[in-house]
């Protein structure tokens, strides 16, 4: 299974994409890449309030501060969501996702217009959720 890509490359890959059509293909396929879940990272701690469908994501700072995600969800464009937000976020320490310009990387992918009301809802809940706990982590 291919990795995902890192913020810079999801950029230009989403440029690329045709039309909506092609940009959702490209965001399941994004979410197909994400490693399964164990158990213990299925947990409610994990579970994210306020997605209609359900999603977890899991957080582990590393000794070097770094903080790695893993995540899931039970319907296949969400679940591309939940890898677009990973790859924004993996790897960096807690100072670092909380300065980043998170509504800039989304506005330059153009998502929130092609989002039904209830998934832009849970993909700010999503990072609400990650800027919350980046909060307690720092």
Not at 87 to 103: N, P, S
Not at 117 to 134: D, E, F, V
């Given at each position: 299974m291919?990795?995902?890509?890192?913020?810079?490359?999801?950029?230009?890959n989403?440029?690329?994409?045709?039309?909506?059509?092609?940009?959702?293909?490209?965001?399941?396929?994004?979410?197909g890449?994400?490693?399964?879940?164990t158990?213990?990272?299925r947990?409610?701690?994990?579970?994210i309030?306020?997605?209609?469908?359900?999603?977890?994501?899991?957080?582990?700072?590393?000794s070097?501060?770094?903080?790695?995600?893993?995540?899931?969800s039970?319907?296949?464009?969400?679940?591309?969501?939940?890898?677009i937000?990973?790859i924004l976020?993996?790897?960096?320490?807690a100072?670092?996702?909380?300065?980043l310009?998170?509504k800039?990387?989304?506005?330059?992918?153009?998502?929130?217009?092609?989002?039904?009301?209830?998934?832009?809802?849970?993909?700010?809940?999503?990072?609400?959720s990650i800027?919350?706990?980046?909060?307690?982590?720092?």
């Amino acid at each position: 299974m291919p990795a995902l890509p890192d913020e810079h490359k999801l950029l230009r890959n989403f440029s690329r994409c045709q039309d909506w059509e092609e940009r959702y293909l490209y965001m399941i396929e994004l979410g197909g890449r994400l490693p399964d879940l164990t158990e213990a990272q299925r947990s409610d701690n994990n579970l994210i309030a306020g997605c209609q469908s359900q999603v977890w994501i899991d957080m582990q700072k590393q000794s070097d501060g770094a903080i790695m995600f893993a995540g899931d969800s039970d319907a296949a464009i969400v679940k591309g969501l939940v890898a677009i937000v990973i790859i924004l976020f993996q790897g960096k320490t807690a100072q670092q996702i909380l300065g980043l310009d998170v509504k800039s990387f989304f506005e330059q992918l153009a998502l929130e217009q092609h989002l039904t009301p209830s998934r832009t809802q849970g993909l700010n809940a999503m990072i609400r959720s990650i800027l919350a706990r980046a909060g307690q982590l720092a």
